[in-house]
């Protein structure tokens, strides 16, 4: 079973070694990699031409990190498809391993585990899934998006991310394979994944703000009913993962937003 990770640059030159690294390390070995890099004005090329292992890099202008992320599940030839993004990692060198073995035993067609947040190399956060019930979409829940891996067939079959949607995308498009489809879907009760805090969605107040009003439109666009409960909680259930609480208040309120 062949899995294709997507990677995602943009002047991504202090962090993309550590990303491609925590890829080549597995020790499952039949993995495509596919960088999509947009344009890097700095040695982010360089550095990923030295490491050499990738399967695919493309390079240029895109519209944005969900455009790149189209063009890289477009080229995706793996039967299982997950992503790492350039200032993260893999949770350890056997994660994919362990990915591909649950998806031979439960026969699943997605996949979603654990993530961590970390800011300056101190865990601040741990997302915990739990288990997947599409009425937990009323009371803010969601899986974390780099921690799910899904059958290439399932990508095929359906839109990918929607471009309206400039913070939210991968909400509104998991909302779709999750909420609206009738896949089969496994909790991985594991934590695959470390993100670096500070992503297009999380990086300000501001953001977190304007991710939670396309949320809403997610709803509304694919003519769902909207309960009165989820707009609030979903940044409540973010509170509750908070375990340095902290260093969560300093990234937010003692730098410029």
């Not at 990190?65 to 990692?89: E, F, H, P, Q, R």
């Not at 990508?155 to 394979?177: T, V």
Request: with cysteine; hydrophobic share 35%.
């Amino acid at each position: 079973m062949k899995v294709s990770i997507i990677t995602l640059t943009y002047n991504s030159e202090k962090t993309i070694s550590r990303s491609l690294k925590s890829v080549s390390n597995q020790t499952y070995k039949n993995i495509e990699h596919i960088i999509i890099d947009g344009k890097s004005k700095d040695n982010t090329i360089q550095i990923i031409n030295t490491h050499n292992k990738h399967s695919i890099l493309v390079s240029e202008k895109d519209e944005g990190i969900y455009d790149a992320w189209n063009k890289g599940m477009k080229l995706a030839n793996g039967d299982i498809v997950g992503t790492v993004m350039s200032d993260d990692y893999l949770k350890s060198k056997t994660t994919i391993e362990s990915i591909v073995q649950s998806f031979n035993k439960e026969g699943c067609d997605i996949l979603y585990g654990n993530m961590d947040f970390v800011l300056n190399g101190e865990i601040i956060r741990k997302w915990r899934a739990g288990n997947f019930k599409k009425y937990k979409y009323y009371f803010g829940w969601m899986p974390p998006p780099p921690a799910v891996y899904i059958k290439n067939s399932i990508i095929k079959k359906n839109k990918l991310f929607d471009l309206q949607y400039k913070i939210g995308a991968d909400y509104e498009w998991l909302l779709r394979l999750f909420y609206i489809k009738n896949y089969n879907i496994f909790y991985k009760d594991e934590y695959l994944y470390t993100l670096e805090y500070g992503g297009i969605s999380n990086k300000s107040l501001k953001n977190v703000f304007k991710g939670n009003m396309e949320n809403y439109y997610a709803w509304k666009n694919n003519n769902l009913s909207k309960f009165p409960f989820w707009v609030p909680m979903k940044p409540l259930f973010k509170i509750f993962q908070i375990k340095k609480l902290s260093s969560f208040f300093k990234f937010y309120f003692l730098k410029s937003n």
